[in-house]
C-alpha cells in the first residue's frame, strides 16, 4: 500500500487579506461565525462646503432702484388730483350742460323754423297742375304744367 503524503488542509470558503476590496472587513458576528461585511469608517464626514455669496441681478438692482420712484410718481398723481377735484367737478357739470343745451337745441330748432315759415306769409301754398293728352293708342303725349 501506498501512502499519500498529507497535505495541508485548505478551506475553501475563505479569502486571503489580500483578495478583499477596499471597505470590506473580515468581522465576527456575536454566535462567533466570522464573516465578510462593510463597515463604516470612523473618520469625519466631508465639511459641507461654504455658500458662495452671488451676486444681485440687474434685473433686482433696476428694480430695487425704480420701485421708490414709481411709488413717488403715484403719490404725487394723488396729490395732484386732489388738488384738482373741485375743477374737475365743475369741468364735469359744465360739460352736463354743453350736452343738454345741445339736445335742447336739436329739439327746438326744427320746431322755430317751422313757425318761422308759416309765419313768413300767409298765401296759399303754390299748386302745380300737370295735364297730359295722348291720341290713339300708340299716338304722341302732350303735356302743360300750371303753376298757380
Not at 27 to 36: D, K, N, Y
Not at 60 to 83: E, F, H, M, N, Q
Not at 87 to 94: E, F, P
Not at 95 to 123: F, K, N, Y
Request: hydrophobic share 45%.
Amino acid at each position: 500500500m501506498t501512502t499519500v503524503p498529507a497535505q495541508p488542509s485548505v478551506r475553501h470558503d475563505e479569502m486571503l487579506p489580500h483578495e478583499i476590496p477596499p471597505g470590506v472587513q473580515l468581522v465576527t458576528l456575536p454566535g462567533g461565525i466570522r464573516t465578510l461585511a462593510y463597515t463604516q469608517s470612523l473618520a469625519a464626514p466631508a465639511p459641507q462646503p461654504v455658500p458662495v455669496a452671488q451676486p444681485i441681478p440687474t434685473w433686482a438692482k433696476t428694480t430695487a432702484l425704480l420701485a421708490p420712484t414709481i411709488g413717488s410718481g403715484v403719490a404725487a398723481g394723488g396729490i395732484g388730483l386732489s388738488y384738482a377735484a373741485p375743477g374737475l367737478i365743475a369741468m364735469s357739470q359744465a360739460l352736463w350742460a354743453a350736452v343738454a343745451l345741445i339736445a335742447a337745441g336739436a329739439i327746438a330748432l326744427p320746431l322755430l323754423l317751422g313757425t318761422a315759415r308759416r309765419s313768413r306769409g300767409r298765401a296759399a301754398p303754390t299748386q302745380i297742375t300737370q295735364n297730359i293728352t295722348a291720341t290713339g293708342l300708340f299716338g304722341r303725349a302732350n303735356g302743360t304744367i300750371n303753376h298757380r
